[in-house]
């Protein structure tokens, strides 16, 4: 399965952002977070605005790797799914 971006609103968390994706065929959401050393891992940047920008630019690359934690199973009990900074150095060239 897929998951598909849904035009909502990016929120910030106290530790990163998160956002809602749709899970394919169905209205269930599962919500992506964001760790804000995931972002800061691709460029070093350091305040919010920066690191809001960071994420909109990488948004296609994370919402891939959320879909592939997500076919994993890599979903909490919470229906989250965390991108951590070990997830986001795999798609660092």
């Known amino acids: 399965m897929t998951l598909e971006r ?4 990016v929120v910030r968390e106290e ?9 394919s ?8 977070v964001v760790s804000d050393d995931a ?3 691709r460029a070093s940047v350091s ?6 920008a960071q994420l909109e630019h990488d948004r ?4 891939s790797l959320a879909t592939e934690k997500y076919n994993r199973g ?3 009990a919470s229906g989250e799914i965390l991108i ?6 795999s798609f660092i060239e």
Do not use: C, H, K, W
Not at 15 to 23: D, E, N, V, W
Not at 84 to 89: F, K, M, P
């Open 60 to 63: 296609p690359e994370l919402e």
């Open 39 to 41: 972002l800061v891992s």
């Open 47 to 52: 305040n919010e605005e920066e690191l809001q």
């Open 6 to 9: 849904i035009d909502e609103a």
């Open 74 to 76: 890599r979903v909490s």
């Open 15 to 23: 530790y990163g952002f998160s956002f809602p994706m749709r899970i």
């Open 84 to 89: 951590t900074v070990n997830d986001a150095l």
């Open 25 to 32: 065929g169905s209205a269930q959401t599962v919500r992506v």
